[in-house]
Nanobody, 123 residues
């Protein structure tokens, strides 16, 4: 089992920056990949960014087209934490942001989820 706790959300003006953090506990060694999703009111949850977890797998990242060049996902395997650095924020980035982790050998997209953190971008 893996527990995920997000932090770092809040209210920011258009063009501002925020950094989200997601700390993994429990059995982080069983994680294969981690990701950030978001869900805006009335919308489906969407993948924002993903990154392999094991250092041996390298750092190839994936991003939604809407955030490429503005958001950066990174990990700290010592702290068992994944980050989402968000810059040049837009009103349409307003959403609840969720951290997710995939277990090694899992056929699911992601198996563990955090409780979510609200990001509100005011224009």
């Amino acid at each position: 089992q893996v527990q995920l706790v997000e932090s770092g959300g809040g209210l920011v003006q258009t063009g501002g920056s925020l950094r989200l953090s997601c700390a993994a506990s429990g059995s982080p060694f069983s994680i294969n990949a981690m990701a950030w999703y978001r869900q805006a009111p009335g919308a489906q949850r969407e993948l924002v960014a993903a990154i392999p977890w094991a250092i041996t797998r390298g750092g190839r990242t994936n991003y939604a087209d809407s955030v490429k060049g503005r958001f950066t996902i990174s990990r700290d395997n010592v702290k068992n934490t994944v980050y989402l650095q968000m810059t040049s924020l837009k009103a349409e980035d307003t959403a609840v942001y969720y951290c997710a982790a995939r277990a090694s050998g899992s056929s699911s997209a992601y198996d563990y989820w955090g409780q979510g953190t609200q990001v509100t971008v005011s224009s």
